[in-house]
């Protein structure tokens, strides 16, 4: 801490029990809100000096703060925006006045009073009741916008809140496109449901995962990497459209685009394919797009990325070769000879679907900017998926790209159990051998299929990559509250 900033703390304790001493609570109860200062504006744009007669009552955070003898301005800011206040000795009388004074940038105070239009033409509010509601014991930062250090915004987020009127409305965005998400699906007739957390094992996706312990059942629990298996138990059970949103956990790497918990949609539906889920995606995102942004045009780093239906399709191996100039057709030998020299690492010994998805990942899904559906993947990749009706070494999958990042994965769902059964065999093969991201064996999901489910058509979407796209925001972390961070040594 500098000396600066210590003594800026000092001065406010100072303050506090100042405010004691002088019987004023510094930290009331409640307030009677009544009014916020976006509506008000909007509200009193056409008022003149004379003062409006209705009386307001607004709540909020000093923002900025000038004295002129026996005025004062000031701009408090709520959960709308800021507004202007104007206080006077005489309206307000010696010790609410002296009180007005000796408020600080960052108090949030209740004010009550009437509308008029400033000299300079600004509506404000003359304060004729003023209320200290909590006193603020650390200044806030006065050149925030300046600031280049991303992981003080990230760290103290509350801050980055207050200061930061851009950040809110990214946040308040996010909140929107989660409620029209929801509101899309339920229109569809689909049900939404909670599912466990906490799994015996992991399942539903490959990736690594959070471990721990439950002390009174003494066994080792997982932080869920996905919420699939739970959820198609219900299709089984007879809920034939369901979904949920929530948080997932992947001990992995973290990037702009990864996170080690994240928010993901996932929704189940009985009696539709991967074709059947690709229509539902597309209109469900391009109605969300249309609704949040006024327009299907969207900037996103400096690309302007048209979800204008239809959506551009392509196979896997069809993007290998655009994109990449990568011809998978040419057997599998000779493929992992391309591999190596493209510096795919272990091409020669892992399995040859890993090194079509590695080389995908390098050579295709960077590349893909406007809306893509990437179709029919290696078998091998997606135990989860059904066989391809007219290739059995493929699966009938699609994923959707868009600014190279991988917005949503999708199958026509296995449901035939000795199938799934085999796959997972083959994951736990993969799994002795070290791959620690294979899928489980999960007898008790195998045991639902057992009993029957339909066919079923699976779907999730990366909500805070979503929100990215919507919000032209560079980094995941810009739209999660609070990001995880190193512990600041």
């Not at 995962?209 to 003494?218: A, G, I, K, R, V």
Request: net charge negative; hydrophobic share 35%; proline share 4%.
């Amino acid at each position: 801490m500098s000396e600066e900033l210590n003594e800026l703390l000092k001065v406010r304790r100072s303050k506090l029990d100042d405010l004691k001493a002088k019987k004023i609570e510094p930290y009331p109860y409640s307030y009677d809100q009544k009014h916020f200062a976006a509506p008000i504006l909007e509200k009193y744009k056409d008022v003149g000096a004379d003062e409006a007669p209705e009386e307001v009552s607004l709540a909020g955070r000093i923002m900025t703060k000038r004295g002129h003898g026996k005025a004062s301005f000031a701009h408090i800011q709520d959960a709308s925006g800021k507004i202007q206040i104007y206080g006077k000795l005489d309206v307000l009388g010696k010790e609410t006045f002296e009180l007005f004074e000796k408020l600080d940038i960052g108090d949030i105070i209740g004010v009550k009073g009437k509308v008029f239009r400033t000299k300079k033409g600004e509506i404000t509010v003359k304060i004729e009741k003023l209320v200290l509601l909590c006193k603020s014991l650390h200044p806030l930062p006065e050149k925030w916008h300046g600031l280049q250090d991303k992981e003080l915004r990230y760290r103290e987020r509350y801050v980055d809140l207050i200061v930061n009127p851009d950040v809110k409305e990214v946040f308040k965005k996010r909140c929107r496109i989660v409620s029209l998400v929801r509101r899309y699906l339920d229109e569809q007739g689909f049900l939404e449901v909670e599912t466990p957390v906490l799994h015996t094992m992991p399942g539903g996706a490959t990736a690594k995962p959070f471990e721990t312990y439950h002390n009174s059942l003494d066994m080792d629990l997982f932080m869920r990497i996905a919420l699939e298996l739970h959820l198609k138990r219900l299709i089984v059970g007879g809920l034939e459209r369901v979904y949920e949103i929530g948080r997932v956990f992947r001990n992995e790497g973290m990037s702009y685009k990864h996170n080690p918990e994240y928010t993901m949609l996932e929704l189940y539906k009985a009696y539709a394919d991967y074709e059947d889920v690709m229509k539902l995606t597309e209109e469900m995102i391009t109605s969300i797009v249309k609704e949040v942004n006024g327009s299907l045009k969207v900037e996103f780093r400096g690309e302007v990325i048209d979800f204008t239906p239809p959506w551009k399709k392509l196979t896997l191996s069809q993007a290998l070769k655009e994109h990449g100039g990568i011809d998978i057709g040419v057997g599998e030998g000779e493929l992992r000879k391309v591999a190596k020299k493209k510096g795919i690492e272990g091409a020669e010994e892992i399995g040859i679907g890993k090194v079509i998805n590695l080389l995908y990942d390098k050579f295709v899904e960077p590349d893909l900017i406007q809306p893509t559906f990437i179709t029919d993947h290696p078998v091998e990749t997606t135990p989860l998926a059904k066989r391809h009706r007219k290739d059995k070494n493929l699966v009938e999958r699609f994923e959707l790209i868009v600014a190279g990042i991988e917005i949503a994965n999708a199958f026509s769902e296995l449901n035939d159990p000795i199938d799934q059964k085999g796959r997972f065999e083959e994951q736990q093969k993969l799994r002795q051998a070290g791959d620690q991201e294979a899928e489980s064996m999960d007898e008790d999901f195998l045991r639902a299929l057992e009993y029957g489910m339909p066919p079923t058509g699976g779907l999730g979407i990366g909500i805070d990559r979503l929100v990215m796209l919507l919000t032209n925001s560079q980094s995941i972390r810009d739209v999660i509250f609070f990001p995880h961070m190193r512990p600041i040594a």
